[in-house]
């Protein structure tokens, strides 16, 4: 793993935030098998699920896209609601797998943007 992003997963159970992953550039796997990045212990998530991968924008330090792929998983990965199989993630999305959902969170995109923030 390399530099630390400010991109974060924040683990959400019934709407509440019960804890946070800092994400690093490179790639981050996601599945029930051990080594793993993040283990998810759910009958419903295959062994080697999805892959989070983080690519530095070369021109914009501490900026970076995020994409999600599904590794062909049994169950799939959805963002917002949607099955996916390779998207681009931005701050605010969902991603459900099995049953557990995260919230994409980019401290970066928080810049300047107060006057944007909509309840939701």
Same mark, same amino acid.
């Given at each position: ?27 981050? *796997? ?78 970066? *995109? ?11």
């Amino acid at each position: 793993m390399g530099d630390l992003s400010l991109i974060k997963l924040k683990h959400i159970i019934n709407g509440t935030v019960v804890s946070e992953i800092q994400m690093a550039s490179g790639e981050f *796997s996601i599945g029930r098998d051990h080594g793993n990045n993040l283990q998810l212990d759910d009958g419903v998530v295959s062994g080697e699920h999805a892959v989070i991968t983080l690519i530095a924008n070369e021109f914009l330090p501490d900026t970076f896209e995020v994409i999600i792929r599904d590794n062909g998983s049994t169950n799939g990965t959805h963002v917002n609601g949607s099955l996916i199989k390779e998207q681009t993630l931005k701050h605010g999305d969902f991603i459900r797998i099995g049953t557990y959902e995260y919230k994409v969170f980019d401290e970066h *995109s928080n810049v300047g943007t107060q006057t944007e923030y909509m309840p939701g």
